[in-house]
């Protein structure tokens, strides 16, 4: 990954980084002392299970986004889907992944990144297929949220991450308590995963 991140959290995860996508597919976030709501999700159909399935997102409020014949999600469709919704209920939360696990398709990131930010917002990439295969560049505005996964670049299993472009609006804890992680997630951290992850990084 290139420069522009304000914030790493590592994540226990089972295989798939389902609990890491559990974390971010929330409607409750924290910004400082308050609070932020998203009140709907967009996904692309051709995502990962665990994106598809919401995270902690009622079903009735996640849109899933078609793809094209090549796999491709519809960017009009994102558009126009993200130009209807209602921000006075909360801001759209929009998650794709960048590389699909099973096709290979790339997605055009920059493009979503232009139409979510156009409609105010908030975009998290799942790059675990992508990461040191493609690149991932938080300071030109690609995302404010990647999902990487270690044992995808050669790392150990049982761990995860969650890269932040600012830490200034972080989800609600999915586990609380014991203050690990800057507060974002309670637990004693995997240690070796983490480090593990980190040489694999490097």
């Not at 304000?6 to 994540?11: G, K, T």
């Not at 389902?18 to 976030?29: F, H, V, Y």
């Not at 995963?193 to 694999?200: N, V």
Request: one cysteine or more; a neutral charge.
């Amino acid at each position: 990954c290139q420069s522009g991140v304000s914030s790493v959290e590592a994540a226990s995860v089972a295989p798939e980084v389902n609990t890491t996508c559990s974390a971010l597919l929330t409607p409750d976030w924290q910004m400082g002392r308050g609070t932020i709501r998203m009140s709907r999700l967009y996904v692309c159909e051709a995502d990962h299970p665990c994106v598809l399935n919401g995270g902690r997102f009622p079903a009735a409020q996640v849109t899933r986004i078609g793809v094209d014949t090549d796999g491709i999600v519809k960017l009009d469709a994102l558009a126009a889907a993200l130009g209807r919704h209602d921000k006075a209920d909360g801001l759209p939360l929009v998650a794709i992944h960048a590389a699909n696990n099973e096709t290979g398709i790339i997605q055009p990131v920059e493009r979503i990144a232009e139409i979510v930010k156009a409609a105010g917002g908030i975009l998290i990439i799942d790059a675990v297929q992508a990461a040191g295969r493609i690149p991932l560049d938080l300071s030109a505005g690609y995302a404010d949220y990647l999902i990487l996964s270690s044992h995808k670049i050669g790392g150990p299993k049982g761990a995860g991450a969650i890269i932040a472009a600012s830490d200034l609006m972080m989800p609600r804890p999915l586990i609380a308590g014991g203050g690990q992680e800057k507060g974002h997630r309670g637990g004693t951290e995997n240690l070796a995963a983490i480090a593990g992850f980190g040489a694999a990084a490097r």
